[in-house]
């Protein structure tokens, strides 16, 4: 009984989620082995080209954005005032660009879905601070999941840490559950209310992944039909992890080995 699909949020088994660990441990390496070459004079294209080929010859498994909706590419790759679905090309990333890196892998049929920021060469003041920001906005609404607490809770603190820091919070894309398909209910906003949405339960997995501007909320999509840019062509950032809510609290399904919270 819901007027918002809740009702069709999948709970999942400790077997789906422990396929689920799987599937995200694939995709948070596909990050650690890009990491060396994400560089100054690297081209998007080239990154695309070692992922495609870790995930299916090394890893055996899927990546999940080739063909997805029509995605041409294996990643999305999205600079400076991309904010998301960025397509891999022939640009050669340049010191002082921040570049996310949004990787889906499927495994045995289970999604893994995380993205990270990487800045090229030395970082640039405006770079580092909405890289930094929108980390701790991640980890701000991570640190809230657990059984009880309300996807309200998630997107009221993200909205107020990004606005308190005079950033702002993208509305038109959102975190998402996840797990037996790239995209499942419930939608998770990055901004909202205490208290209201979804009652979080054990069993549940899904994204957070805020995205958040340096400038104005507003953004456009390219004629490319994918790239999504701001409006004010100010900076955005964005950092994604999987999630499964445990009895106790939460359990980061993408964490990188060498991962340190901000
Ligand atoms: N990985 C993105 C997400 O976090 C979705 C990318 S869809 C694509 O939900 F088609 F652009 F690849
Ligand atoms: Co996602
Ligand atoms: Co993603």
Redesign the pocket.
Known sequence: MSDNNTDKVIIKTPEQIAGMRIAGKLAADVLVMLTEHVRAGVTTDTLDRLAYDYIVNTQQAIPACLNYLGFPRSI?TSINHQVCHGIPGSKKLADGDIVNI???VIKDGYFG???MMFEIGKPTVRGNRICRIAQECLWIGIDLVKPGATLGDIGYAIQKHAESNHCSVVREYCGHGVGLAFHEEPHVMHYGRQGEGLVLTQGMTF?I?PMINLGKKDIKILPDGWTVVTRDRALSAQW?HTLAVTDTGVEILTLRPNEVRP
């Open positions: 999305c949004d990787v889906t879905d995380t993205s994204t992944e994604e």
